[in-house]
T-cell receptor, first 116, second 116 residues
Framework: DADVTQTPRNRITKTGKRIMLECSQT?????MYWYRQDPGLGLRLIYY???????NKGEISDGYSVSRQAQAKFSLSLESAIPNQTALYFC???????????????FGPGTRLTVL | AQSVTQPDIHITVSEGASLELRCNYS??????LFWYVQSPGQGLQLLLK??????LVQGIKGFEAEFKRSQSSFNLRKPSVHWSDAAEYFC??????????????FGTGTQLKVEL
């Protein structure tokens, strides 16, 4: 089984709709991240969380919100989707405590979101 | 602020030829450096990473990368490319922050095409 899972894998929605993307991990990591990927722009950080009580904005958080329901679950919401939020969204996890791999992030398979 | 530059958007090589993908970073101290690969429809897979020590690091799938502090570079190399290496490659830099986060900054990616 995959260590980092994302649901749904694909989603088509309409402008103005609320949508939630979910991420779960079995790696036991404390840190979780949400990125979006756009062609030619690489990955940009939306939100990140160091633990259940610590959530931080990334470089492009406007229009998004997150919820860290448990150490293993981190959800991304679009309160009112707009077409320029059409992108590939990735969840990632990391564990600062692993001395041999500090800072290494492990990615889920991605969610392709289309906003019409 | 940290930044990563991947100057080559697209690279085409023949199968069996050698490969070098360029990555330059901007950071005030020695950062953590990573290379990830994204195959079509897949998430990002870690190829290799550099934290400290030997500046030539070996990764999976026969890839290696060399950290050159004087050039602020972390170029990825492979002596003989296989058709299955066709993918998008991302370089990333992360800060060494004690007790803090380990946010990564990604380059915009290099798309590798392999000609048979």
């Amino acid at each position: 089984d995959a260590d980092v899972t994302q649901t749904p894998r694909n989603r088509i929605t309409k402008t103005g709709k609320r949508i939630m993307l979910e991420c779960s991990q079995t790696k036991g990591h404390d840190r979780m991240y949400w990125y979006r990927q756009d062609p030619g722009l690489g990955l940009r950080l939306i939100y990140y969380s160091f633990d259940v009580k610590d959530i931080n904005k990334g470089e492009i958080s406007d229009g998004y919100s997150v919820s860290r329901q448990a150490q293993a679950k981190f959800s991304l919401s679009l309160e009112s989707a707009i077409p320029n939020q059409t992108a590939l969204y990735f969840c990632a996890t990391s564990d600062w405590g692993l001395a041999e791999s500090p800072g290494t992030q492990y990615f889920g398979p991605g969610t392709r979101l289309t906003v019409l | 602020a940290q930044s990563v530059t991947q100057p080559d958007i697209h690279i085409t090589v023949s199968e069996g030829a050698s490969l070098e993908l360029r990555c330059n970073y901007s950071y005030g101290a020695t950062p953590y450096l990573f290379w990830y690969v994204q195959s079509p429809g897949q998430g990002l897979q870690l190829l290799l990473k550099y934290f400290s020590g030997d500046t030539l690091v070996q990764g999976i799938k026969g890839f290696e990368a060399e950290f050159k502090r004087s050039q602020s570079s972390f170029n990825l190399r492979k002596p003989s490319v296989h058709w299955s290496d066709a993918a998008e490659y991302f370089c990333a830099v992360g800060p060494i922050l004690t007790g803090g986060g380990n946010k990564l900054t990604f380059g915009t990616g290099t798309q590798l095409k392999v000609e048979l």
